[in-house]
């Protein structure tokens, strides 16, 4: 079958997603390929999912190894690769973290995060604040948690007690959490917004409103964990200790598995009141471990910092009044175009680079971490080729 073949195929029976211009049948590494036999360095890596890179040999050992062995064991059942997950989960993650529960899908771990909050505070403590233009999931806990009115406004009403503080504005924090907050729920780089680091004060007066109020602080880590900002959790460059984190992404080395880990004290819930069928399944599971430890044993956040340095002076060098900003931390780069920024994806794919937007007007880059200099010196070209007047 050719890419177009693919393509018209799955458009005949799609109920929710727009289908890109080109199928994906082979990945390796940084690479993705079309069936015509196109070759792309992968920047989107499908949102930041294959951090570990593609086909990740460690991955696929673990993966088929486990499988062969048995794929499936509801999580009260304990099994050895579970328990080596957790500990590598708890050995990558802050001391004070020393509970965990492992889902699905990044809006699961943020669902259980929001519900463990509820549950661990005082009955009047009902009210969740995130920031204005996060993002947090597509289920009815995290779209009521997620800014734009378009994830919202088609599935009202959202859940009630949400509220919105003004992102990087410390006033606006102060006027938002009250004794009534139980969860203070922040990203600490906005990813989908068009990739915002958080100024510091921002996260410190966070932490200090929480202790004030008796809220807990969660960073959603899901786009911007394992490694992809230099630190292996995003938050790390901060003075800041959060009483949970959630993850998810490229935990999974392109699983399906995203983790709440967390203080003890927030998982005052009633047992059996919470879980799930899939939730720590064993396949993703030993995907997840191997994901983990290539991340570590590879010093990929190190990596993500490098790459991300040379790619964003190489972006700014390119000689365009297209470009209005370049920020970010490690390999999670957005470049501020003027006009839409999807106009120009079609470009950079026909010089054989995928990326992403965010927003309108900025080109999202969330690589493989594995990225190398080679491939960083064909994007910026990819880059002059397509702002080239
Ligand atoms: C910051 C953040 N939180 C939550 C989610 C939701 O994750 P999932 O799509 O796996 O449910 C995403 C996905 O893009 C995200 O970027």
């Known amino acids: 079958m050719n890419s177009e073949d693919i393509i018209e195929r799955e458009k005949r029976y799609e109920a929710v997603f727009s289908k890109k211009p080109l199928p994906i049948v082979d990945g390796d590494g940084v690479y993705v390929y079309d069936a015509d036999g196109n070759e792309y360095i992968d920047m989107g890596a499908s949102y930041g999912v294959m951090g570990v890179g593609h ?40 001391d004070s973290l020393d509970r965990l529960f492992l889902a699905n899908a990044g809006t699961e771990a943020n669902e259980a995060a929001m519900k463990f909050a509820r549950a661990s ?43 919105f503080a003004a992102y990087n504005d410390v006033e606006s924090l102060k006027e938002t959490v009250d004794d009534e907050t139980a969860l203070v729920l922040l990203e600490p780089i ?3 917004a068009g990739i915002y680091p958080a100024e510091p004060e921002y996260l ?44 998810a992404k490229s935990l999974g080395g392109g699983l399906p598995i995203s983790a709440i880990v967390c203080t003890e004290e927030m998982t005052d819930i009633p047992k059996g009141s919470h879980g799930g ?6 396949v993703a599971v030993a995907a997840a ?13 190190a990596n993500a910092a490098r790459q991300g340095e040379r790619l964003v002076s190489g972006v700014e060098e ?14 999670m780069v957005g470049i501020q175009v003027r006009g839409r920024a999807g106009r120009y994806l079609s470009g950079l794919a026909r010089e054989g680079v995928l990326g992403l937007t965010a927003g309108t007007n ?7 971490l594995t990225l190398e200099d080679g491939h960083v010196d064909a994007v910026v070209d990819a880059l002059a080729e397509v702002f080239d007047p």
Request: charged letters at 25%.
């Open 289 to 301: 471990r191997a994901a983990v430890e290539y991340t570590v044993e590879n010093d990929l956040p």
């Open 190 to 192: 906005q990813g989908e």
């Open 362 to 368: 900025v080109i999202r880059f969330l690589p493989p």
């Open 121 to 163: 505070t005082d009955e009047d403590s009902t009210k969740i604040v995130a920031a204005k233009r996060g993002f947090h999931g597509r289920t009815y806990g995290s779209i009521s948690a997620t800014w734009k009115s378009k994830y919202r406004e088609p599935f009202a009403p959202t859940v009630p007690e949400f509220d």
């Open 277 to 282: 069928t899939y939730c720590g399944n064993p």
């Open 55 to 94: 086909a990740n040999p460690k991955v696929v050992e673990a993966v088929e190894e486990q499988a062969r062995s048995f794929t499936y064991a509801q999580a009260s059942y304990a099994t050895p690769e579970r328990g080596a997950l957790m500990e590598a989960l708890m050995d990558a993650t802050p």
């Open 204 to 247: 410190e007066t966070a932490r200090d409103l929480c202790d004030d109020h008796g809220a807990y602080l969660v960073f959603d880590e899901i786009q911007a964990g394992m490694g992809r900002t230099g630190e292996m959790w995003s938050h790390e460059q901060y003075d800041v200790t959060p009483d949970a984190i959630t993850t």
């Open 318 to 331: 390119i000689d365009t009044d297209r470009i209005v900003d370049v920020r970010g931390e490690g390999l």
